[in-house]
């Protein structure tokens, strides 16, 4: 009943791994698809020593980030063009509903037919999950900019440049910073997905290539590698996202 | 005001009828290789044939089949833990920290080692999207448990209920927005997971359809089946939202 307040969290998993270990090691079993901990972790520090688990988290990061840059553009520029104009908003409404509900992984095989394997292709798909919360976000953003900036922009006569470039997107970068937040989880998710699926590079087919090679210990060290490589980049993000526009941005995630 | 949003509407299903034709007359001209952009016409025809003629039907079954279990058994199951660590003090201190931690995990990358324990079957599928979709109803309902107000459990309390009666009674309905949010965003992941499966182990569905046709180079056949995916993130996402604003009805009424 005296556990310190610290500590609770890190009992279960520790008393996890450590009764798996045991019952790993006692009962001797042999199996493709489970390790104990311990092989994990050598198979770990092999992977990082030789530079393939670093090749791999380069190339995922490198195409989730090209990709996360190319649909977030496309939805920034989309959902500030649709904030601004309730017209144009109103028009394209059919086609996004139309487009939006689109599995991105759907487009992996006319990704495939039309760009071959590799980066382009992977950077395509991410691309395409991408735009979507960028573009709704943004838009919701701009559409709820106080409306007495707008007419003090009108006032100024701004062109319609000066107004997005001074008024708008200042007003609305916490919540597009939010935007790209989520969108970038979603980039790593996808980038991951389009490799164990189909595309010979980076951790998804590293880890798929541990699995083939019946290395369980390599598999299992590939996933606890990609599980602190999504939370690193979510920790990062929340960081910056904290520092940039104080705690008030974070609160704001229901919205 | 009624006419004016049935005009919108209309006026935004003209230019997706538009754009469809853009579409049409630049894979008439050729610009892009029909091998990887068909026309709308021949899209079209294809998925009517498939139907008529063809096993797509008996395809899309499979996806919704795949999806519809993984879900099921995700949102019985999540809300099952959720609904036994949200309630207790003691387990959300030790148990929620080890899921927040295993949130950003990029789900996917638990698909190689369900192949490697389960190999390419039915149960490999099963188990990925139930995993996959089971994580927003889990911290939905545990989020939703900790927030209910707390003067109910005193009410609780005070009426001698039992600790199922207080979770059935009270602990739930509170808690009914955040779990049917993360219903919603499971159904996403469900759908998601359930192509990437059926591409890599070639369970009958619409994932392994499109990925066959690409193979064969019919890019018509792979548009209708995009066609019909979208159809279905489409048509899920409105029964979602709709059971959603019924069954939160009570709660709307009484704000």
């Given amino acids: 009943m005296s556990v310190p307040e610290r500590i609770k969290p890190v009992l ?51 195409s989730a980030f090209a990709g996360l840059a190319l649909g977030g553009a496309i939805g920034l520029v989309l959902g500030i063009a649709l904030g601004l104009s309730q017209i144009f908003n109103r028009l394209m409404e059919v086609t996004i509903e139309a487009v939006r509900p689109i599995p ?21 798909i991410v691309g395409f999950a991408c735009v979507w919360p960028v573009l709704i976000m943004t838009r919701a953003a701009v559409g709820g900019i106080e409306p007495r900036l707008i ?43 389009v490799e164990i699926a189909i595309n010979p590079l980076g951790l998804g087919a590293g880890i798929m290539t541990a699995q083939q090679a019946l290395r369980p210990d390599l598999m299992l060290a590939y996933l606890v590698w990609i599980g602190v490589t999504g939370f690193m980049l979510n920790t990062a993000l929340m960081t910056a996202q904290t520092t940039l526009f104080g705690r008030a941005a974070v609160i704001g995630d229901g919205a | 005001m009624r006419w004016s949003v049935i005009g919108w509407r209309l006026a ?35 998925l009517m044939r498939g139907f008529t003629s ?56 638990i698909i190689p080692v369900a192949i490697a324990a389960l190999g390419l079957s039915q149960g490999m599928a099963l188990f990925v999207i139930a995993f996959g979709s ?23 309390r005070v009426l001698h209920m039992s600790r199922l009666a207080v979770i059935l009674k009270i602990a739930l309905p509170s808690a009914a927005p955040d779990i049917l ?37 019919r890019s018509a056949d792979l548009f209708a089946g ?18 959603e604003s019924r069954l939160l009805r009570w709660q709307a009424a009484r704000r």
């Fill in chain 2, 134 to 156: 089971v994580w927003p109803m889990l911290l939905g309902t545990i989020h939703g448990f900790a927030a209910v107000e707390p003067r109910l459990y005193e009410v609780a």
């Fill in chain 2, 54 to 109: 063809g096993d797509l039907l008996a395809k899309l079954m499979g996806t919704l089949t795949h999806m519809a279990y993984g879900w099921l058994l995700a949102s019985i199951g999540g809300v099952a833990l959720g609904a036994m660590i949200g309630s207790s003090k003691a387990m959300r201190s030790y148990v929620a920290p080890t899921l927040e931690l295993l949130r950003p995990l990029p789900v996917s990358a």
């Fill in chain 2, 181 to 217: 949010a993360g219903m919603r965003l499971s159904l996403t992941v469900a759908l998601i997971l359930a192509v990437v499966c059926e591409m890599l182990a070639g369970l009958d569905g619409l994932g392994q359809w499109v990925l066959l046709s690409a193979r064969a180079f």
């Fill in chain 1, 12 to 62: 279960l998993p520790l008393a996890a791994l450590l009764a798996f270990e045991a019952w790993m090691r006692l009962a001797g079993v042999q199996s493709d698809s489970l390790a104990p901990p311990s092989a994990v972790a050598l198979a770990l520090a092999g992977a990082l020593s030789d530079g393939s688990l670093l090749t791999a988290t380069r190339d995922t990061l490198a």
């Fill in chain 2, 226 to 243: 995009v066609m019909l995916l979208g159809l279905i993130g489409y048509v899920t996402a409105l029964a979602m939202g709709a059971a």
């Fill in chain 1, 104 to 124: 991105s992984v759907a487009l992996l095989p006319i990704a495939l037919i039309a760009l071959g394997f590799g980066y382009r292709m992977e950077i395509a």
């Fill in chain 1, 151 to 193: 007419e003090v922009a009108r006032v100024l006569r701004l062109t319609q440049l000066d107004r997005v470039r001074k008024i708008v997107i200042p007003a609305a970068l916490p919540r597009i910073f939010l935007a790209f937040r989520l969108a970038a989880g979603i980039a790593l998710i996808v980038a991951v997905t």
């Fill in chain 2, 12 to 46: 935004s299903f003209v230019v997706a009828a538009g754009l469809i034709a853009l579409w049409q007359v630049a894979a008439d001209q050729r610009l892009v290789s029909p091998v990887f952009l068909p026309g709308p016409d021949r899209a079209w025809a294809s």
